[in-house]
């Protein structure tokens, strides 16, 4: 029997690298077999082999919630700041300008989000929307009570092209006076992950 030595394996020899797989471990091997798309001199990571076997590695997943209260005006549909990230794994939410997840890999994504004020007898309505336009939403009435404060989420499986696909999200209510959002960790956030890549 005899062993073949190498760390790159390339299959395909197209002059566009996108068109190529290639089969490598890194520079300094790790007890990890790498997969990859591109020519072997310079694949891209697309998953892995390890001990506990396959890990996919271009998956995107984020987590932000809000820091600070934000106002919101009486029937005026406000986009929520989610300004602190938990994580995020491939860099595609934005928590300083957009506040915007726009996700860099095409596929189904679950998104989620959840949103607090203080309110007393009034509608509540949080939307994700995608690409500036109302996709999904969730609606919620609450009589007063004595903690003086409710939440709205809203969850759903979206599909995303990943180049331009965004979404963002917007709550609005009815209830007179301007109400401050709940700014934690618990109770004002948006997260989402890739179900399933196409």
């Known amino acids: 029997m005899s062993t073949v ?13 996108s068109n190529n ?3 490598y ?13 591109g020519n072997a001199d310079s694949p891209t990571e697309v998953g892995r082999f390890n001990s506990n076997g396959y890990v996919a590695t271009n998956t995107p997943a984020f987590g932000a919630y809000q820091s600070s209260s934000q106002g919101i005006a009486n029937l005026t549909e406000v986009k929520i700041t989610f300004n602190v990230e938990e994580f ?3 860099g595609d939410y934005d928590n300083t300008t957009n506040y915007r997840f726009t996700p860099s ?6 998104l989620n989000a959840r949103v607090s004020c203080d309110s007393t007898n009034d509608i509540m309505i949080i939307k994700l929307n995608k690409n500036g336009t109302e996709f999904k939403r969730g609606v919620t009435t609450r009589d007063a009570d004595t903690a003086g404060e409710r939440g709205v989420t809203v969850s759903s499986l979206v599909y995303a092209n990943g180049t331009t696909d965004y ?23 948006f997260n989402g992950y890739l179900a399933r890549a196409i």
């Open 25 to 37: 471990q890194p520079a300094t091997p790790d007890g990890t077999l790498r997969i990859g798309v």
């Open 5 to 17: 030595k190498s760390k790159k394996l390339q299959v395909g020899t197209d002059a566009t690298s």
């Open 167 to 189: 979404f963002e999200i917007y709550v609005v209510h009815n209830g007179g006076a301007t109400k401050n959002t709940a700014a934690s960790q618990w109770q004002t956030w």
């Open 88 to 90: 995020d794994l491939t």
């Open 105 to 110: 890999v095409e596929g189904y994504y679950q």
């Open 21 to 23: 797989f290639t089969i």
